[in-house]
């Protein structure tokens, strides 16, 4: 394949269907660019933080919606709202420190003065110094706020758009994606056990992919397969929303004896005979409303839930450019939790996260992805399983359909 010249380049998607994704889709910075305005910028709900982080008025976060650093406050009136962090005057991120309680928010630089809700309150010497200097008689504080986003909570969950007249939470995810997000939302109040972030050096999509396509969780993961949470021929699913942007994978948990044997010939990961030092750590005490012991949600554009038996979390997909994101992990449980079954969500917590007997191996998928688009550059991908559902929901595992019909949302989003 030639390589598009540089003066006239070229984004044409190879072929009439979606069983191919160009190379460019994940490397090219000038689709990257469009996809801030356009995804993250644009009609979208974008998860920035858990009420559980800031309950009292005066509380903080720091967040980000797509590459844009916002904050995220608890106003007087135990309103939420979400802003750029990012001074009017001089373009400084104002908000320094990632979590806190302020009576206001002052940048750092020449004292300009924000008030939980962004609104800018004061600007010093702006009638100057003995009738010289400072801001014009026209100049007007109102004038000047950051750009504020539109803000929604559902079950202890806060999101935020730049686009304000975006349909409710529950139109945007739609019937089967939230009844999903509620049964592990389920009513009880959060409660945070930690946080952890890192980078990861491939596209921000290569994670929602990961994801959509649980064929590679019954070959990559030899802790998945050997102890039996997600093996081919289980019970699983794998929901995709009719607009193909959100989904869920979604497994029962088996018994690992009850695998036939012909599965196990293809699954290289098995282990025979391989035992945990500790078994509790794949003890699952049941608590949802739900078939699935294993959930994993893509909620567009850059959300993940993680509902692995007992191990909850929330997954944040910062990008930083085509070729790097940064994962902002929050893991949390519940209000009422007994003694033990925090220390056992904290246990079986090491499933996941940079170096989770799980999650460690997507990660270093992704970078092998990433590496090999950027060095030998100019082909695409090949996404063909399951050719009987072109896109959308499959009962199979062995199925690439929700990658397709993610793709075909893009594409329209994109206006590619
Ligand atoms: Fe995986």
């Known amino acids: 394949m030639d390589l598009p010249n540089d003066l006239s380049r070229q984004y044409v998607w190879p072929g009439e269907d979606f069983t191919r994704i160009p ?6 910075q000038w689709v990257y660019e469009r996809e801030v305005q356009r995804i993250f910028h644009g009609r979208t709900w974008n998860y920035v933080g858990l009420e559980a982080e800031i309950p009292n008025a005066g509380d903080f976060i720091r967040s980000n919606v797509g590459p844009t650093p916002v904050v995220v406050s608890r106003a007087e009136d135990g309103s939420i709202a979400v802003f750029e962090n990012r001074c009017t005057h001089r ?62 909570t559902h079950r202890g969950v806060i999101f935020a758009s730049y686009a304000h007249d975006m349909e409710s939470l529950a139109d945007y995810l739609g019937p089967d994606i ?46 998945l397969v050997t102890f039996g949470l ?25 018994d690992a004896s009850k695998i036939a044997a012909e599965d196990k010939a293809e699954m290289r990961a098995f282990k025979e005979g391989m035992r945990l030092a500790d078994p509790r750590m794949m003890d699952f005490v049941p608590e949802f409303d739900s078939p699935w012991s294993v959930t994993m949600a893509t909620i567009w554009p850059n959300l993940i839930v993680q509902r692995e038996m007992n191990t909850l979390g929330i997954r944040q997909l910062i990008p930083t450019g085509p070729n790097e994101f ?33 999650g460690l191996e997507d990660n270093e998928a992704i970078k092998f992805v990433q590496d090999g688009m950027l060095r030998v550059p100019g082909g695409e991908h090949l996404v063909k399983l399951d050719p009987g559902t072109p896109f959308g929901t499959s009962e199979t595992l062995i199925s690439e359909s929700a990658i397709r019909a993610m793709y075909r949302h893009w594409r329209e989003a994109m206006a590619l």
């Open 326 to 358: 940064i994962m902002k992990w929050t893991m949390f449980g519940f209000e009422g939790d007994t003694e033990d079954m925090t220390r056992h969500r904290l246990r079986q917590g090491n499933l996941m996260g940079p170096a989770g007997f799980l």
């Open 178 to 223: 939230l009844r999903e997000f509620e049964a592990t939302f389920d009513g009880r109040t959060l409660v945070i056990l930690g946080h952890y972030r890192h980078s990861l050096p491939g596209n921000w999509k290569l994670y929602h992919e990961n994801l959509k396509d649980p064929y590679h969780a019954t070959l990559l993961h030899t802790f």
């Open 230 to 254: 997600l093996v081919a021929g289980n019970k699983s699913l794998m929901l995709a929303d009719p607009s193909g942007r959100h989904g869920v994978m979604c497994s029962a948990k088996s």
């Open 91 to 152: 373009a400084a991120e104002f908000c320094r420190e990632l979590t806190g309680n302020v009576k206001a928010f002052v940048c750092p630089y020449h004292q300009w003065t924000y008030d939980l809700r962004g609104n800018l309150q004061a600007v010093p010497f702006r009638r100057g110094v003995q009738g010289q200097g400072g801001m014009g008689a026209d100049f007007k504080l109102s004038e000047h706020n950051p750009r504020q986003l539109a803000v929604t």
């Open 23 to 28: 190379d460019w889709v994940y490397t090219d």
